[in-house]
Every structure is written in structure tokens, then in C-alpha cells.
């Protein structure tokens, strides 16, 4: 059973958090059969970003009085997908490009509360993103490409414009959202005959012949225009079930790397649940021509001993939990929902219940995991000593120490600025004026004049 899905969010970030979400049961026609909306209230210790609210044009004063505590959210969304699994089994959720986006925020946002979020491998997902990809490079000269700028957009406002589907801007509401990707993909099967049923969004050719896969492969991707596609060539180094580590022999032949971190750049990672990697055979007379260049890259990673550890060892960053949140360790998740378990029950044991899960020394999975529960009893306990809650807002807000891309990430004062600057004339005052309101409280909950100039 296929389960159209989509959020809005607070920000583009996964140290952000669901503020709405919509998913749609369909049956074979892509009609809904079962749906489930909400809102979720912004977390105590959330700032939203002002673009985010723009966008879906959320008034923050009744998204707070109507919304849901996000651990409420999660168990409604979770009990809603395990229920969609005992009625009908295996279920697909799909979304618009929901492998970088919805499908991380939900995950983070079930395991940040303790809830286990693979469903015993009975909920699989698909990127109809990478389904739209997929039909513009099997039919590039039947396709209404769209580009924006110097590169060609597959956003769902475009393509859904371009192919007769939306003749109005996006609302950017999770519902209306689900409705457009249903309409979306009755137009593509009909249009050009490509069930979402029987896309796969990795393909590996084979050799039928000699029944061997082929390691040298190469891949239509989208080029800048007037092309549409382009090829590129890979040279499979290492693959698992789940996952290629693919090189880019054209880059290894020009660059010639000898080092490690030389050669880490022609290196990309494919993730098969996740990722849209489409490729072709090449012929027997391409093949000979990258011989020498093949056998350079297998010696050079046998003399730098790389291998699959090695290179997910290379590639970690020093990131948040939150942006990695299956660094915890899948055993830790029943852990988590005890510990806040015991915590809603008591609440006066929270240092209890940390002594209890921290030891000296503790593995650092074990660090994660009490990071997690103290993010969590930031936003539920109530008057939590200043200096508890400045090592989570000072980092995330003040330093942007905590971003990930702290250097590009709006401040909260200039977010305010912007805001106020907003006002005069526009035709969402309401939504900007609940913003303000919204960011003095904020101010004011955390002492945040210590170290901002700003007249929210």
C-alpha cells in the first residue's frame, strides 16, 4: 500500500522541527482511502526560522494554541503507520524530495522521542523526486524541462506547473502538498506510461551473457542547459546490499590522485534507500579504454588500505546529534523512551535518571544518548537552571556553534530585523506581527538580551 506524505517544517535544518504533516492512504486509483493531518506547537527551546514561516505563512500564536506536543505528534504518526501495517502489510511511504528531507525529519523526530522508527522493515520509502528525475532522462525530448537560472529544477511547483498540474502557486501546506504529488503522478503514468509501482530508484546493469555484474557503468545525470543530460562514468569500488562506493573514472584518469584525501574526492557514496543512481552498461570498446585507468584504482586504494570502514571513518563530521541521529545506536532507542518515560512519571528525577544511564568513561554512544534525553527535558521540565538551558541555546542560537552550516544560518536578530522590515505593506502583517511576538517571548524565556541588541 503506497502513503503519500509530506511536512512543514520550522526549518530547512534537521535541528529543526515538524510544525505540520499530512499522509494519504491511496488505493490503486490514487484515491485516499485513510489520511491523518496535525499540527505540532514549536518546542519550547524551537526558534523558527523566518523563511519557513513565510512560506507556509503560519501564524505562530495559533499554531501554538492548536498544535500538539511533538512527542504527542510522533506517537500519532507512528501509531498511524504501525496501524496501516497490521491492515494492509508492506506500505511505501513516498514524498517530494522526501529522501533529503521528510523522511530524515521523521526518523529524527521518532528516535529523538523514543520511538523506534524502521517498523521491522515492513515500511519502505520512495522519492517521487527521483521518479520525476527518472522520467525526464528516460524521455528527455518529451519532458517540459524547466530551468531556473543556469541548472534545470525538478521543485514540485515547477514540474507540476510545467506538466499542466498546478496552475497556481505552491501553498506550501502539507496537505494541499500530498494532493499535488497524487495529481503529479496520475499525470506521469498517463502521460508516459512509467507506473511509481515500477520505478527503482538504483539500477545496476547486468551482463546476462556471463551472468556478472558490470563494475564500469555509466549514468545519465542532469546538465546545465541547453543540454539535458550528460554521462558520467563509475567504476564500482566497493557495494553492500544497502550501499555503492562508486569512482568517477573520467576525474580519477584527469586529477590522478595519490593520496588519500585526493582520492576521497572522486569517491560518492550510494546509499540504495535513499539515493537516485540510475545507470546504463557501456560498450566493450569503452570498457577496453578504461582498462589501465581501473587497475591504477584498485592498487591505489589496496596501497592506502582503503576500505568501506576506512571511508565512513573518513567522511563522519563533527555534526549534532540531531543531524546524525542514528549515531545513538539503534539499542539505545528503547533505552531513550524509558528514560523520558520515567521522566514524564517523575519528574523530579531527572538527575536521578541521568546518573543512572552516565557512567565514567561511557562509550560515545552513550554521550548521544544522554544528549538526547537533556534535549528532551530542556522542552518538558519546567524552570530548568539558566545555565542548563545556555548549553543548548547559546551554541545553537547565539554561537552557532550547534549548526551545521552555522556561517550561512540567519541570526536570531537578524531574523527580527528582517521581520520588523516586512511589515509595512504586507499582505502576511499577521503572520510577521505573531513572529515578533513570538521571538520576544522567546527573548525573555532565555535571558537572551545578555547578548543581543535587538527591540523585539
Not at 518538558?380 to 556553534?401: E, G, H, M, S
Amino acid at each position: 500500500m503506497w502513503i503519500l506524505y509530506d511536512f512543514e517544517t520550522s526549518s530547512r535544518a534537521l535541528i529543526g522541527q515538524i510544525i505540520s504533516y499530512a499522509f494519504w492512504v491511496m488505493d490503486e486509483r490514487w484515491e485516499p482511502v485513510r489520511t491523518l493531518t496535525g499540527k505540532i506547537r514549536l518546542k519550547p527551546t524551537e526558534f523558527p526560522e523566518l523563511d519557513a514561516i513565510l512560506i507556509t505563512r503560519t501564524r505562530i500564536d495559533l499554531l501554538q494554541q492548536d498544535g500538539k506536543s511533538e512527542i504527542d505528534g510522533a506517537f500519532e504518526i507512528h501509531d498511524f503507520l504501525s496501524e496501516c501495517i497490521r491492515e494492509y502489510g508492506h506500505c511505501i511511504l513516498a514524498g517530494y524530495n522526501s529522501s533529503q528531507f521528510d523522511l530524515k525529519f521523521l526518523r529524527t523526530t521518532l528516535i529523538r522521542n523514543g520511538i523506534n522508527p524502521y517498523f521491522m522493515g515492513r515500511l519502505s520509502s520512495i522519492d517521487i523526486l527521483h521518479y520525476i528525475q527518472h522520467i525526464a532522462m528516460t524521455h528527455p525530448n518529451d519532458f517540459p524541462w524547466v530551468s531556473q537560472g543556469e541548472y534545470w529544477t525538478f521543485s514540485l511547483e515547477s514540474v507540476s506547473r510545467s506538466l499542466g498540474v498546478l496552475d497556481t502557486e505552491q501553498a506550501h501546506d502539507a496537505e494541499a502538498d500530498v494532493e499535488i504529488m497524487r495529481n503529479l503522478i496520475r499525470c506521469i503514468e498517463v502521460r508516459y506510461g512509467d507506473a511509481l509501482a515500477d520505478f527503482r530508484p538504483v539500477r545496476l546493469p547486468h551482463n546476462s551473457r556471463c551472468e556478472a555484474e558490470y563494475v564500469l557503468f555509466k549514468q545519465r545525470i542532469k546538465a546545465t542547459p541547453p543540454e539535458k543530460t550528460i554521462f558520467r562514468t563509475w567504476y564500482r569500488l566497493f557495494q553492500s546490499k544497502s550501499d555503492l562506493i562508486v569512482v568517477d573514472i573520467y576525474q580519477f584518469h584527469e586529477k590522478k590522485p595519490n593520496t588519500l584525501l585526493a582520492l576521497m574526492g572522486v569517491l560518492r557514496y550510494i546509499n540504495c534507500n535513499t539515493q537516485y543512481f540510475s545507470t546504463e552498461p557501456i560498450s566493450q570498446a569503452e570498457a577496453l579504454e578504461w582498462n589501465s585507468t581501473i587497475t591504477r584504482v584498485d592498487e591505489l586504494a589496496a596501497e592506502l588500505k582503503l576500505n568501506r570502514d576506512l571511508y565512513f571513518e573518513l567522511i563522519k563530521k563533527p555534526w549534532d546529534i540531531e543531524y546524525q541521529i542514528h549515531d545513538m545506536g539503534f539499542e539505545r532507542i528503547n533505552t531513550l523512551n524509558k528514560m523520558i518515560r520515567q521522566l514524564t512519571q517523575s519528574p523530579e528525577r531527572y538527575q536521578a535518571i541521568v546518573t543512572q544511564n552516565w557512567r565514567p568513561n561511557a562509550p560515545e554512544k552513550d554521550r548521544f544518548l544522554i544528549q538526547l534525553f537533556n534535549r528532551y527535558a530542556l522542552n518538558n521540565l519546567p524552570d530548568l537552571p539558566v545555565d542548563l538551558t545556555d548549553r543548548y541555546i547559546v551554541p545553537r542560537y547565539i554561537n552557532q556553534t550547534l549548526v551545521r552550516d552555522g556561517d550561512d544560518s540567519p541570526t536570531i536578530a537578524s531574523q527580527i530585523e528582517r521581520a520588523q522590515c516586512l511589515l509595512i505593506g504586507n499582505d502576511d502583517q499577521s503572520v510577521l506581527i505573531a513572529y515578533l511576538d513570538y521571538a520576544h517571548q522567546f527573548i525573555e524565556r532565555y535571558n537572551l538580551n545578555r547578548f543581543l541588541k535587538t527591540s523585539a
